[in-house]
């Protein structure tokens, strides 16, 4: 036995030296090792009428998953679940009485002597990041059968393997439950920086200090590798944070000739999403000219960009959106609407003030270079290193006949 192994190495070596046995989902499953299966439907009006606190788990990649809570259950027992139509994404369920929808799938194990549910959750979650499920291609556990190939290492490592990464999500969920109460205390000191005494200060249409430029014939399909920055409506909520000074795609001159473009200072503002969190959410310009698609505007002021960026991400605002958001499927929103919406504009030397403390907030739960960000950066970073190294087994060597 080599010296300085780890205990890993240990085992491995007294118990698999030959190499570990790999098996398909769809094997596991054909020798009842596991059991495979979907969801069951249940409506926002099914929870809506049988209310209760049990969680039900839908196609969301978000989070936990959870579409709401439901007053009956499916299940009391330890599972994985995923995401069917939310690209295939894995959960891991402990022991709770909870639902999942039709659109989720749902894995359990039969022999726990034979694998543990947590390995196996760890082993697909690896081996997820390379696939490549959509709405052509979905995950359903017909097709995830013949998708994943699971090692099958004896129990012992399964779970010193467990144990090694259950501590590295510990401390990650440690990082986020405090991130999230910096979150919080945040959102408390924006609301607080951002509330005036009645008569204290001006309050003004937005229409009264600027107008809205709405972008035009930028789609998904016409970015670039290099050439002029722009930016797509649907960016603006899954790429960009509160400020910006640089894009992400860029578009050919020749088509940026034909573009309606947003200049420094403007708040790019999404005029339409699938849900009424997203819609009109704003981001401050801070860079040069750039192209913007149609369904997007550009608010050009006379104020503090940083300010009126904040100033627009308050709840007060986003209760307001909810009268010229209008849409099922699809919502979108009134520009008119949007500039009769009336703020507060104290002097430009107490909107620096305000923004200056609101900077110092915003990076630490914002900023992915300091802070609790990086740090938690750097941890999944760190726990996705070890548990790729941690699951990969060198296949079982066969004799030749």
């Known amino acids: 036995m080599k010296k300085n192994q780890s205990k890993i190495e240990k085992l491995i070596s007294e118990l698999c030296p030959n190499g570990v046995e790999f098996k398909m989902l769809g094997e596991l499953e054909d020798d009842s090792l596991i059991k495979l299966g979907r969801g069951n439907v249940i409506s926002k009006n099914d929870i809506s009428n049988t209310p209760g606190d049990f969680p039900v788990y839908s196609s969301s990649a978000n989070g936990e998953g959870e579409f709401g809570r439901y007053g009956k259950f499916m299940f009391d027992d330890e599972r994985i679940t995923w995401s069917i139509d939310g690209g295939g994404r894995f959960f891991y369920r402990f022991p709770h009485k909870y639902s999942v929808t039709n659109v989720s799938g749902w894995l359990k194990v039969n022999d726990n002597n034979v694998i543990n549910t947590r390995y196996l959750y760890f082993v697909l979650s690896n ?7 959509d709405y052509t291609k979905k995950a359903h556990p017909s097709v995830i059968r013949e998708e994943y190939k699971i090692p099958i290492p004896p129990l012992a490592i399964q779970e010193e393997i467990v144990k090694i990464l259950n501590s590295f999500t510990e401390l990650e969920a440690e990082l986020e439950a405090e991130l999230e109460a910096r979150k919080k205390q945040y959102e408390h000191y924006r609301a607080q920086l ?23 014939g930028l789609q998904k399909k016409d970015f670039t590798e290099t050439g002029v920055g722009c930016i797509h409506y649907g960016q603006i909520y899954t790429y960009y944070g509160t400020f910006a000074d640089k894009t992400k795609s860029f ?18 503002i999404a005029g339409v999403s699938e849900n009424i969190e997203d819609v009109c959410k704003p981001l401050g310009w801070l860079g040069g000219e750039i192209c913007i698609s149609g369904d997007m505007f550009a608010f050009r002021h006379n104020q503090n960009t940083k300010f009126l960026t904040y100033l627009l991400q308050t709840p007060n605002f ?19 609407k949007i500039l009769d919406y009336k703020i507060p504009v104290p002097s430009l030397q107490e909107q620096e003030r305000i923004v200056s403390i609101l900077d110092k907030f915003d990076a630490l739960v914002n900023d992915i270079s300091i802070g609790l960000p990086a740090e938690l950066k ?7 290193y070890y548990r790729a190294k941690l699951l990969t087994f060198k296949p079982v060597e066969r004799m030749a006949i």
């Open 127 to 133: 081996a997820w990041l390379t696939k490549v499920f």
């Open 194 to 216: 951002l509330t005036f005494p009645e008569g204290g200060v001006q309050w003004v249409r937005l229409s009264d200090i600027g107008t809205m430029i709405r972008g035009s």
């Open 251 to 268: 578009v050919s001159p020749e088509l940026a000739k034909k573009l309606k473009k947003a200049q420094n200072g403007d708040v790019l």
């Open 318 to 336: 986003q209760k307001y959106k909810e009268r010229f958001a209008h849409g099922t499927k699809v919502i979108r929103v009134k520009v008119d």
């Open 378 to 384: 750097a941890r999944r970073s760190q726990y996705e």
